[in-house]
């Protein structure tokens, strides 16, 4: 099922501020069309809301003639037993209308819920690769879960709790008036004015300390999460003192606000109750003058003793509701941030999808910089002609990782242009592009999932058939013949439970299937031993064959092969060629080359020494 449409988005970057409230109600109003989506279902549970407030508001007017009949012996049996079926009839009728009203709206509900959510994680997925290299996952996921809990009360709590209430208050206050001693609905007024004026002001003044709350609590679930998944780095450190002093400090933080929020929570409550002491003292004292004067009956008592307590214990749970409202809405803004928040990298209205005709790859004077202060590339063009490899060489933080973020488009270029058969990237959609571009990056992340279904994850809607031969190509089925659980082995998070070398084989047999006209091998065995890495790097080799390729690489010994090498320095091309090319230069390339050479020899030497 399709979710409602999302209002529309906020200029890039912008967040609802979490100290201003409108961006509170801005966030609640967004739930809208996820409820209005369903206005048959949400129409027909106002009308038995409101069969239910009727009938609750008409049962102390029968009780009051059912005690006034027993008053008086002389009166007909009949008379109050009419009035006692009708009371039960009205209690049952509160009841039935309120679980019929919550069966008909438990649907809007949970797909109001499942909408956002769903929407939610579509826009976690569309923002650009600078979002989620700055967020914390588990800041993020308690924002989420917290956010989603809100939801739900928000939704259910707004609709028929406020507005209802209040409306049932201003019935009894009318009946009130018109029955009675003005002073009743008079009495009944002002406690409902004076209540929700002092709601209002100290939940708002709590809501500092709502916030404080969220925060430190966010703070210290990412702690604990941040620590867990460097599990490994604790470990070889020995640092699980240190991570777990931490985590108390962290908890520590979110203890005091904590604190702070139920002491200021416990104020509130004893504000309420004392206003509404005040008003059922003021009615019951009207009531028992009344009745001592003769001017009302016994039954008048019992319905405004009846009305009390019908009023005022909602009137009660109304304050806990707004204050509660509040706290989701706070909640929230984080939630609906996310919702808000306009991705960086967007497709241009114009953009049409990438027409991949030969696969020429072209960077046309590209510069980059992640920070403005600190430019990565500068003036970079090169071509990679259909069907052939380049390979980018240079020290750490020459920019060559960048090239494939930008190739991409997880960023956009700062200057230049980079275009795929003549094709500008900036003009072209960025599902088509990513689905022609394949990737094996230097750490291959795998879903704690089956084997299976992280092979065909290259092209999840491919056959058995297809994603066995993608494993075999791979040469994945030698080692998957040797599990217990062939293809159904579980991987465990982030694929901890395969080796590098197998886990590059998954990324490879990844690839396979995907089938893409261009390929981007990332430093895609510099992790990888020099037995594994051969294997490897043959196996790249094969699957690059008639594919345009472009290999970032840190061993120069996987690019001897290419059809050109390029060396990056600062964001500059400072040499290119071929393999034999550039080391007759005897320049940066021949340097780095002599520099591995002996590398490698002295972990040789170091092999052969160890006993």
């Not at 008036?177 to 009743?184: G, I, L």
């Not at 290259?458 to 040469?475: C, K, M, Y």
């Not at 690839?511 to 490897?536: G, Y």
């Not at 064959?545 to 120069?556: G, P, S």
């Amino acid at each position: 099922m399709s979710s409602p449409a999302v209002p529309p988005s906020a200029p890039a970057q912008a967040i609802p501020d979490p100290v201003q409230p409108a961006a509170q109600w801005r966030a609640a109003w967004s739930l809208a069309p996820y409820v209005w989506h369903y206005k048959g279902r949400v129409l027909g549970a106002f009308a038995l809301l409101m069969l239910a407030k009727l009938a609750n508001v008409s049962v102390p007017l029968v009780l009051k003639e059912i005690v006034d009949g027993l008053q008086h012996p002389d009166t007909a049996l009949v008379a109050p037993l009419l009035f006692i079926v009708l009371y039960g009839l009205l209690r049952f009728g509160n009841t039935a209308f309120t679980e019929l009203r919550d069966s008909l709206f438990a649907r809007v509900l949970q797909r109001a819920m499942r909408g956002v959510i769903y929407d939610v994680f579509r826009q976690l997925h569309l923002q650009s690769l600078r979002f989620h290299l700055e967020r914390r996952t588990g800041g993020l996921a308690a924002d989420i879960e917290r956010g989603a809990r809100s939801i739900r009360f928000l939704i259910n709590f707004s609709l028929f709790n406020i507005g209802p209430t209040l409306l049932e208050i201003l019935m009894v206050a009318g009946i009130l008036f018109a029955k009675y001693d003005p002073w009743f609905g008079a009495i009944t007024l002002m406690t409902l004015v004076v209540y929700i004026g002092f709601t209002v002001l100290v939940t708002n003044w709590r809501l500092e300390f709502r916030r404080a709350m969220n925060e430190t609590d966010a703070a210290a679930n990412a702690r604990a999460v941040d620590s867990l998944l460097n599990y490994e780095t604790v470990k070889f450190f020995n640092n699980e003192a240190y991570e777990a002093d931490r985590l108390k400090q962290a908890l520590g933080r979110a203890e005091d606000a904590a604190v702070k929020s139920e002491v200021s929570l416990a104020l509130l409550n004893v504000g309420q109750a004392a206003i509404i002491a005040v008003g059922v003292t003021a009615m019951m004292w009207l009531a028992a003058q009344g009745v001592a004067d003769k001017r009302m009956t016994i039954g008048d008592l019992v319905l405004v003793n009846a009305y009390l307590i019908q009023l005022f214990i909602p009137l009660n749970f109304l304050g806990t509701v707004y204050r509660e409202i509040r706290n989701a809405l706070t909640d929230m803004e984080k939630l609906f941030g996310i919702l808000h928040r306009t991705p960086e990298i967007l497709d241009d209205p114009d953009a049409q999808p990438l027409a991949v005709a030969r696969g020429e790859v072209r960077f046309e004077d590209v510069s980059f910089a992640y920070d403005a202060r600190r430019p990565i590339l500068r003036g970079l063009s090169f071509t990679i002609p259909a069907g052939r490899t380049l390979a980018v060489v240079g020290s750490s933080g020459a920019g060559k990782s960048t090239l494939a973020r930008l190739l991409f488009r997880f960023y956009d270029v700062t200057d230049g242009r980079i275009l795929i058969d003549g094709q500008d990237l900036r003009q072209v959609t960025q599902k088509s592009l990513r689905a022609a571009i394949g990737m094996v990056p230097q750490d291959t992340v795998l879903f704690n999932d089956t084997l299976y279904h992280n092979i065909a994850y290259g092209r999840p809607e491919a056959s058995r058939a297809e994603v066995l031969e993608a494993a075999r190509a791979a040469h994945l089925d030698r080692f998957v013949a040797g599990l217990p659980d062939d293809y159904e082995t579980r991987v465990g998070e982030r694929g901890l439970k395969l080796s590098g070398g197998e886990k590059q084989r998954v990324a490879i047999a990844r690839a396979i299937l995907k089938n893409p006209p261009i390929l981007v091998f990332d430093e895609a065995t510099s992790s990888l031993d020099s037995t594994t890495e051969q294997a490897i790097q043959a196996e790249l080799a094969r699957i690059s064959e008639n594919r345009t390729t472009l290999v970032i690489a840190h061993r120069l010994s996987t690019v001897v092969d290419a059809d050109e090498i390029l060396v990056l320095e600062a964001g500059r091309v400072v040499e290119r060629g071929r393999h034999a090319t550039l080391l007759a230069l005897d320049g940066r390339y021949a340097e780095l080359w002599r520099l591995q050479l002996r590398e490698r020899s002295s972990l040789e030497d170091t092999g052969r020494a160890a006993p």
